[in-house]
């Protein structure tokens, strides 16, 4: 089945600093790439959605310049927290999906961001 | 606009009873329809989908789900619990174009031994 390589599983950074994850999808095109956040015992809340060589969407109420996306190719798209306090500590998670309708997301296997 | 409604934010089975996990959708399409496990700190893995085939749709682990359509829901079971099935489990709706999912809220099911 289709792999989604997400990385690090894990991060603990300085309060300040920049941190980036990467997803890649392995064996297909993601033609978009969604990015996720999810506090503890919650469901998954949309940030954003990005296709290949465009500029991401992002959901209302996240900033899109402390979120900094990069899909650059098919197969890779970035996430980069600028400036991380600790309020940003939270799993993230990606995900790729084809482009046609019915088929299924597949999901990296996340990132937990922990800032001191 | 989709809507996923998950309801029961927790269930706890007997080890070997039937699993149910509900779910129902709001769609002005015919949707896709899907659920995914969560294990603790992993993403999503995708247990089945319904894509307008066959309204009882088998998936990984033993796991099915039923569309009805008359009842906009579809439902989670399995026969038999595992220690194994106890996770965080998610329904999805996606309505077309993009791969625009929404999920529901999520239910924890616990398997008691």
């Known amino acids: 089945g289709a792999v989604v390589s997400q990385h690090p599983s894990r991060v603990i950074c300085k309060s300040g600093t920049s941190v980036k994850i990467e997803c890649r999808s392995l064996?297909?095109?993601?033609?978009?790439m969604f990015w996720y956040r999810q506090f503890p015992k919650q469901s998954l809340m949309l940030m954003a959605t990005s296709n290949e060589g465009s500029k991401a969407t992002y959901e209302q109420g996240v900033e899109k310049d402390k979120f900094l996306i990069n899909h650059a190719s098919l197969t890779l798209s970035t996430l980069t927290v600028t400036s991380a306090h600790p309020e940003d500590s939270s799993f993230y998670i990606c995900s790729a999906g084809s482009g046609v309708s019915n088929s299924p997301l597949h999901f990296g296997n996340g990132t937990r961001l922990t800032v001191t | 606009a989709q809507s996923v409604t998950q309801l029961g934010s927790h269930v706890s089975v007997s080890e070997g009873a039937l699993v149910l996990l509900r779910c129902n959708y709001s769609?002005?399409?015919?949707?896709?329809l899907f659920w995914y496990v969560q294990y603790p700190n992993q993403g999503l893995q995708l247990l089945l989908k319904?894509?307008?085939?066959?309204?009882l749709v088998k998936g990984i682990n033993g796991f099915e789900a039923e569309f009805k359509k008359s009842e906009t829901s579809f439902h989670l079971t399995k026969p038999s619990a595992h220690m194994s099935d106890a996770a965080e489990y998610f329904c999805?709706?996606?309505?077309?174009?993009?791969?625009?999912?929404?999920f529901g809220t999520g239910t924890s099911l616990t398997v008691i031994p």
């Open positions: 064996d297909f095109q993601a033609t978009t």
């Open positions: 769609s002005s399409v015919p949707p896709y």
């Open positions: 319904y894509t307008s085939a066959a309204t």
């Open positions: 999805a709706v996606s309505e077309g174009t993009g791969n625009q999912f929404y």
